[in-house]
């Protein structure tokens, strides 16, 4: 079992930066794929930014260009680096690994 730990939410103004991590109980060197998603109120959950165990990542059409997916296997952590961001990036963003283990997500709100 694996449990995912988020942090870095919060408000920020349009065109502004945050940086979300998520922490692993587990060694991130046996997860295949992790990845953020993020669901907005009255909306599905949809898929942000994945990263495979090799490095590889995509990305949804609606955030290249401005975020970036990372991962740090000494610290079992995975980041999303978030840059100008837009009042429609608004929403709580989770992380996944394998498609099987949720974290319990993190709010990000943006907004003027």
């Known amino acids: 079992q694996v449990q995912l730990v988020e942090s870095g939410g919060g408000l920020v103004q349009p065109g502004g930066s945050l940086r979300l991590s998520c922490a692993s109980s587990?060694?991130?060197?046996?997860?295949?794929?992790m990845g953020w998603y993020r669901q907005a109120p009255g909306k599905q959950r949809e898929v942000v930014a994945l990263?495979?165990?090799?490095?590889?990542?995509n990305y949804a059409d609606s955030v290249k260009g401005r975020f970036t997916i990372s991962r740090d296997v000494a610290k079992n952590t995975v980041y999303l680096q978030m840059n100008s961001l837009k009042p429609e990036d608004t929403a709580v963003y989770y992380c996944?690994?394998?498609?099987?283990?949720w974290g319990q997500g993190t709010q990000v709100t943006v907004s003027s």
């Open positions: 990263i495979t165990s090799a490095g590889s990542t």
């Open positions: 996944n690994a394998d498609n099987s283990w």
């Open positions: 587990t060694s991130i060197r046996s997860i295949y794929r």
